[in-house]
């Protein structure tokens, strides 16, 4: 819907653009005009879709996680925003997603700022929340909406804001809320894996809730070549790793096991 809102309004801003600068005639210099027109369209219509997160963002100060109204308006400006980065995303395993209204961890290879975007969009149908960098909370315009959907900020230098974190998250899934978390803690920027921190895993071993799996690929190559060029990239759900399937493991033993279940598919993508 917002995709849809969004194209109709730039359709007319670049419509009225054009012809205030040189009508419908044909003249040696309508192409031109036509381009200035598209170019102003677009600028006119982000800043109304700025201006809009900016107003919602401050008519809306008290972060809620359920209020599924905030996550579906997220989740349209997320779509949104990975069209217009002209990002083609493949998913695969939808049907290991649990069902709307159970908690459980999504536990991802992080590659760029956009995993959060692009899975955050396809579990649009989840109140997810993420275990997020605290820099993001303070970002003009992002960070209103990062606060109102009621995400977890980590300081990733402090281990003591490490630990709140997982706590906070760990009272999040035991009221049933979705969260999100990258163990490596940082992005890869490829398709290499970094080393998990084993604590992470505390998140779901602390609330007896499923992890699940998820394969990141080629998201690194978001902007390469835009706007000509459209990058596929690749998400897939791995079956969920069960509290019965970890209940003797090590968060070391169960990060080691997570690990492997999503190089399975990096190595299937082809490395």
Excluded at 54 to 59: A, C, D, E, T
Excluded at 153 to 181: F, M, N, W, Y
Excluded at 220 to 233: D, E
Excluded at 236 to 263: C, E, G, M
């Amino acid at each position: 819907m917002v995709s849809l809102i969004f194209l109709l309004v730039f359709a007319g801003f670049s419509t009225l653009f054009s012809y205030l600068l040189g009508g419908f005639a044909l003249a040696p210099l309508s192409v031109l005009i036509w381009v200035i027109g598209l170019f102003l369209g677009f600028v006119a219509s982000f800043s109304i879709l700025l201006s809009f997160m900016i107003v919602y963002g401050r008519l809306h100060k008290e972060a809620d996680s359920f209020n599924m109204r905030h996550h579906r308006i997220a989740v349209g400006i997320m779509r949104l925003v990975l069209r217009l980065v002209r990002l083609k995303i493949r998913v695969t395993g939808r049907e290991h997603i649990p069902a709307p209204g159970e908690a459980f961890v999504v536990v991802g290879n992080h590659q760029s700022n956009y995993d959060i975007l692009a899975s955050k969009a396809q579990l649009g149908k989840h109140p997810l929340i993420f275990i997020a960098k605290q820099e993001i909370f303070t970002w003009p315009i992002v960070g209103n909406f990062t606060r109102l959907l009621g995400n977890i900020p980590i300081d990733r230098t402090s281990p003591r804001s490490s630990a709140e974190a997982i706590v906070q998250g760990i009272r999040a899934l035991k009221k049933g809320q979705p969260v999100v978390i990258f163990p490596e803690g940082t992005r890869s920027k490829s398709n290499e894996m970094g080393e998990f921190k084993a604590g992470s895993f505390k998140l779901a071993m602390k609330s007896k809730t499923p992890i699940l799996p998820m394969t990141i690929y080629n998201m690194h190559k978001a902007w390469r070549g835009w706007p000509f060029l459209r990058q596929n990239v690749y998400i897939h759900f791995h079956p969920p790793i069960w509290p019965k399937d970890y209940t003797n493991l090590t968060s070391q033993a169960l990060s080691n096991k997570t690990k492997r279940v999503i190089q399975s598919k990096i190595d299937e993508f082809g490395g």
